[in-house]
T-cell receptor, first 112, second 115 residues
Framework: NAGVTQTPKFQVLKTGQSMTLQCAQD?????MSWYRQDPGMGLRLIHY???????DQGEVPNGYNVSRSTTEDFPLRLLSAAPSQTSVYFC???????????FGPGTRLTVL | AQSVAQPEDQVNVAEGNPLTVKCTYS??????LFWYVQYPNRGLQFLLK??????LVKGSYGFEAEFNKSQTSFHLKKPSALVSDSALYFC?????????????FGKGTRLSVIA
């Protein structure tokens, strides 16, 4: 198993550009989540999904979109990048809400 | 709403000494509690969890945590710290009464073990 994979590892964008952060898992997990990590802020939930076709907003959803067309993939779209979205983004998955989450290696995004 | 607090941004301990990283939580129902560790430039790794049963939970790398319902705490402990334990530690909680919402994480505590 590859576990949770994220691409790209690093990305630099200009203000206003759009992009998609990819996340995939091969563990047949129903739950998938996107977090952002900022210094002194811990991990903040952006969006999450409890199964294919079902998504919901987390604590900081503005400026981001998600979709879940398959169990394996959960891409995060930045619609119009802003410097405030400079952060490290982590994708995570779990079999259910009672189980531990497995985290990807992260994507470090810089918006100029 | 569920929340978790880690009151210490930084904990320093000498190698070989016991360590404690503190966590308190707030939920309306019964809590599911987790500890994760993050090494530099890596994703988070699961250490241990409490769902029900024995209040003392044992996890990876010699870590354990004690669930205290009356104090709403779930402190992470290790009897003898190693330099390699130096990392960022996160406590997380999920309220059973909250439906399908994912984990809520604390802001993290940086542990520094000094040789």
């Amino acid at each position: 198993n590859a576990g949770v994979t994220q691409t790209p590892k690093f990305q630099v964008l200009k203000t206003g550009q759009s992009m998609t952060l990819q996340c995939a898992q091969d563990m047949n997990h129903e739950y998938m989540s996107w977090y952002r990590q900022d210094p002194g802020m811990g991990l903040r939930l952006i969006h999450y999904s409890v199964g294919a076709g079902i998504t919901d907003q987390g604590e900081v959803p503005n400026g981001y979109n998600v979709s879940r067309s398959t169990t394996e993939d959960f891409p995060l779209r930045l619609l119009s990048a802003a410097p405030s979205q400079t952060s490290v983004y982590f994708c995570a998955s779990s079999y259910s809400g009672l189980n531990e989450q497995f985290f990807g290696p992260g994507t470090r995004l810089t918006v100029l | 709403a569920q929340s978790v607090a880690q009151p210490e941004d930084q904990v320093n301990v000498a190698e070989g000494n016991p360590l404690t990283v503190k966590c308190t939580y707030s939920v309306s129902g019964n809590p599911y509690l987790f500890w994760y560790v993050q090494y530099p430039n890596r994703g988070l790794q699961f250490l241990l969890k409490y769902i029900t049963g024995d209040n003392l939970v044992k996890g990876s790398y010699g870590f354990e945590a004690e669930f205290n319902k009356s104090q709403t705490s779930f402190h992470l402990k290790k009897p003898s710290a190693l330099v390699s334990d130096s990392a960022l530690y996160f406590c997380a909680v999920r309220d059973l009464a909250s439906g399908n919402t994912p984990l809520v994480f604390g802001k993290g505590t940086r542990l520094s073990v000094i040789a």
